[in-house]
């Protein structure tokens, strides 16, 4: 048993690495979460308790965040503004929060010598062009294009530096685009998914032909526990589960399994700078430390999200007016 400190354990990823370590470990657990508008207190409600516990704080809190460190054994770090269109209109917090925060975490991980893991994204690498034989692997250069991508990116280095210059026992991992349970709806599948509930069109940017590598957050939570339990300190691992899809796919086989027309969509203002492909080799995380995906088809694990949204409509149906109002604002409509 040992004490775990989450943050962002009240967002998407976050909250259901929550509900793992929840049911499948006996770890004490602490959630350190701004609740912004992303963060839902609800995702995680049922398992609060003893053994779980929520502080709403925030990781730029220079002076809670060491007092909760040092009081934890691992610190897992989620907590992030993780949302590409609203970095584009508003980047001030995407600075503070990823950058500033995360240092303020390996600060404290360091003076207290505690095990530090750090959730980033493959989005660090910038894009691929459609018929590039090459996926992104530990070794490809950082080039993010985005200004989230861009503060992930420099979080991932403040790390590597703390791990060589003072020894902090630190893991990193990339992982390709999550879906299911507990996504917030301004990401592309639950947007599409909550529109088509309530009879609006899927909005699709562009032409549709850009490309993402699905992974169910199951599959990337569990990589994460793994890394954190065997992975080498110091290391890089990147999880993906060789789900490339584009835009377009993924909008008709929504609609089809929601029973409407394939073209019942409207292609919409695209992203300014928006990445064409990203695609991951995780042959390091599979050989090294025997991790498989659960979820090898997509079309089941759409159909389970489908289905998650279709029952909550509680969770996320108070949200839907704001979301909607501000891709309105951004001509995303
Ligand atoms: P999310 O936006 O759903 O959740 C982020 C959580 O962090 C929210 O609960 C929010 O309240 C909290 N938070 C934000 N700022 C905070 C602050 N200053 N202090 C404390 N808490 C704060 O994000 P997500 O999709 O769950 O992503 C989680 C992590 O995984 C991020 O680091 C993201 O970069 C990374 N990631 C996401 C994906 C993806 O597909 N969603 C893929 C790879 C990596
Ligand atoms: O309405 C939409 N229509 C559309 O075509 C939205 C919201 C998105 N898109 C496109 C843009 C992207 O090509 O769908 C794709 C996925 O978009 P997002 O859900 O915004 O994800 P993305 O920008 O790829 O980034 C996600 O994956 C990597 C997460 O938001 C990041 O936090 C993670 O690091």
Request: contains cysteine; aromatic residues 10%.
């Amino acid at each position: 048993m040992a004490k775990y400190l989450i943050t962002g354990g009240a967002g998407f990823i976050g909250a259901n690495f929550v509900h793992l370590l929840s049911n499948e470990t006996d770890h004490e657990v602490t959630v350190l979460d701004a609740l912004t508008y992303a963060g839902n207190k609800a995702s995680i409600e049922g398992l609060l308790g003893n053994r779980i516990k929520l502080v709403h704080g925030d990781i730029r809190d220079h002076g809670l965040v060491h007092e909760l460190v040092e009081d934890h054994d691992t610190v897992v770090h989620f907590a992030a503004e993780s949302h590409n269109d609203n970095s584009l209109e508003s980047p001030d917090s995407f600075v503070t929060t990823n950058v500033v925060g995360t240092f303020n975490l390996l600060d404290a991980a360091t003076k207290s010598s505690k095990r530090y893991h750090h959730i980033s994204t493959d989005e660090v690498y910038g894009d691929l062009e459609l018929d590039d034989p090459q996926r992104f692997t530990e070794t490809t250069p950082y080039n993010p294009s985005s200004p989230y991508s861009s503060t992930k990116a420099s979080s991932d280095l403040l790390v590597k530096a703390w791990v060589r210059s003072f020894g902090l026992q630190a893991t990193i991992t990339n992982c390709s685009n999550n879906y299911g349970p507990y996504q917030h709806i301004e990401k592309f599948i639950p947007r599409q998914i909550t529109n088509v509930l309530l009879g609006i069109r899927p909005k699709l940017y562009g032409s549709g032909e850009n490309v993402r590598d699905w992974i169910h957050v199951e599959d990337h939570n569990r990589a994460v526990l793994k890394v954190i339990e065997e992975g080498q300190i110091g290391e890089t691992y990147l999880i993906g589960a060789d789900g490339e899809k584009n835009n377009l796919e993924v909008t008709k086989l929504i609609l089809q399994l929601m029973g409407k027309s394939e073209d019942d969509f409207d292609f919409v203002k695209d992203r300014a700078g928006h990445d064409l492909r990203y695609a991951i080799d995780s042959t390091k995380l599979r050989t090294e430390l025997g991790w498989v995906p659960k979820y090898t088809s997509f079309e089941s694990g759409l159909e389970q999200t489908i289905d998650w949204y279709t029952q909550n409509p509680g969770w996320w149906q108070p949200l839907k007016a704001q979301v909607e109002a501000r891709y309105a604002s951004q001509g995303h409509v």
